[in-house]
Every structure is written in C-alpha cells, then in structure tokens.
C-alpha cells in the first residue's frame, strides 16, 4: 500500500463502518454541488450523522477534502495496479503504470468538474498543495520501481527520484494535455514513456 502522511493515514485508518460511509458521502456531495457550495450539515446529512459527530471525525472542511482526495488517489493506485496485472514484464508495466496515471487523472469525475467549476480551489491542491497527493502516486511508483531495480539487470538507481520525476510529469500532462507529448493516443503515450522515462531506469539517476 502506498504510504501518505501520518495525519492522512490516521483518518484513513479510521473504522470503515461509518469511515468510509463519511467519505462518500462528502464526495458525492461535492459532486453534486462542488467544494465551496457544499456544507459540512449536507455531508452529515447523507452520512446519517449529526454535525456534531462529523466535526469530532474531521475538525474543518479543509481536513475533509484533504482525506477524499487522498483517498481518491489511493483509488487510482488500486485501479492502476489492477490494470498493470495483466501486463508481463516490470519494465512493461511501468510503461503501464505512467500511461494509467495520465488517463485516471485526466478522466476522474470529480477533478473534471472541480477544475470547470472551481479552478481557483482545485489548482492550488494539484499544483502548490499537491503534496499529499503526489506522496501517494510516489510510493506506489517507488516500490515497482525498487523490484525492477532488484530483480532485473539493470544499474543502481535513486527508485525516489524517479519515482518523484514520474509522479509529478503524469500530474502535469494530466492537468496541461496540450503540447507534442502525447496524453490522449495510448499508445503514443507508451512510446513515450520507454523513450523517455525508461532510460532513467536502464541508465539510472544516482
């Protein structure tokens, strides 16, 4: 499982019964009605609870948009790590991986909206605040990336760095498609990766 902040992971943690109830309840919520127009007694509402109980879960908004998104990415690394299954060979699924993370990103239900309705709220969390986010889509990418590094014949490598390197170009194609990479020709985009991004790997970056 992909490591996000200690904070995140506590909320993350929490008992699924009504944990899990309360996060999609305030992504549904955000859905319908986006971030600003959505208050905490219409989440608590569709969760079955009082106020009072959601704010002892999550003390502010904020806080609960944090964990839905957060969760959101750990959606994407369940789902990119499914698709990548069938797929034989690590360097070949890493290819994978990279091209899964741009198509995920770009065709999510929630960030298409938020970034058509609110961009001035959206932006600052895949861009500034893009931390916790990028710290999930890093782990996942780190650990197939320190197996390749152990299991196959290839140079000692910094499996964060790239790691970092890839995370944070899927996020920036995801968010800015326009421009000769390719992001919506699939295999255009896989081309591009082992052209590009494998030989950090096959040559690596200490």
């Known amino acids: 499982m992909p490591t996000v902040p200690p904070m995140l992971q506590r909320i993350l943690d929490k008992p699924v019964a009504d944990g899990e109830k309360l996060l999609e309840s305030a992504l549904s919520a955000f859905l319908d009605f ?9 989440i608590a509402r569709r969760a079955g609870i009082s106020p009072a109980t959601l704010y002892r879960r999550f003390e502010s908004k904020n806080e609960l948009v944090e964990a839905v998104s957060v969760r959101e990415a750990q959606r994407f690394v369940a789902m990119i790590d499914k698709q990548v299954q069938a797929v034989t060979g690590t360097e070949d ?22 970034l058509r309705t609110e961009p001035d709220l959206i932006l600052p969390r895949l861009t500034t605040e893009a931390g916790p986010i990028l710290a999930v889509g890093r782990g996942y990418l780190a650990e197939k990336l320190r197996e390749l590094r152990d299991s196959e014949n290839t140079h000692e490598f910094d499996a964060e760095l790239v790691a970092e390197i890839m995370a944070r170009l899927a996020l920036s194609l995801a968010l800015t498609p326009d421009g000769p990479i390719p992001v919506a020709d699939r295999e ?5 990766a082992r052209r590009t991004l494998l030989p950090m790997v096959t040559y690596g970056i200490r």
């Open 188 to 192: 255009a985009a896989r081309d591009f």
């Open 93 to 114: 699924q890493l290819v994978e991986i990279f091209v899964a993370f741009i198509t995920a990103i770009a065709n999510n239900e929630l960030l298409r909206r938020l």
């Open 34 to 42: 986006g971030i600003k127009r959505t208050s905490m007694g219409e």
